[in-house]
Nanobody, 128 residues
Framework: QVQLVESGGGLVQAGGSLRLSCTASERDFSRRAWGWFRQTPGKEREFVAAITGSATSTYYADSVKGRFTLSRNYNKNMVDLQMAALKPGDTAVYFC?????????????????????WGQGTQVTVSS
């Protein structure tokens, strides 16, 4: 059974940094695009970042651009989301996901319905 497992969430003060990781088991997704989304209670899931299978393209939500960096580790079948200059508005449950395709446009990256597998989520809380 395919599993995506997120790690690295926690509590941090505003201005601080966190690194989220997502690892896949049972299947090799090194050629697929991966994404991160986040969700807060009562709100829809929000796109955060995505990276293509070849890592030649990365996409970021405007709200995190310049602060978050998404990278992938092919050897470990995983991706890392480095988050810096965190704000209280970044507080959410963060989910990683594997897309159906290896490459995608910005529009495709932002569409959560185009992702095939999802992790259970990890909580990120940024205090002011």
């Amino acid at each position: 059974q395919v599993q995506l497992v997120e790690s690295g969430g926690g509590l941090v003060q505003a201005g601080g940094s966190l690194r989220l990781s997502c690892t896949a088991s049972e299947r090799d997704f090194s050629r697929r695009a991966w994404g991160w989304f986040r969700q807060t209670p009562g709100k829809e899931r929000e796109f955060v970042a995505a990276i293509t299978g070849s890592a030649t393209s990365t996409y970021y939500a405007d709200s995190v651009k310049g602060r978050f960096t998404l990278s992938r580790n092919y050897n470990k079948n995983m991706v890392d989301l480095q988050m810096a200059a965190l704000k209280p508005g970044d507080t959410a449950v963060y989910f990683c996901a594997v897309h159906y395709l290896p490459s995608l446009s910005n529009t495709q990256a932002m569409n959560d319905h185009e992702y095939e597998y999802w992790g259970q989520g990890t909580q990120v809380t940024v205090s002011s």
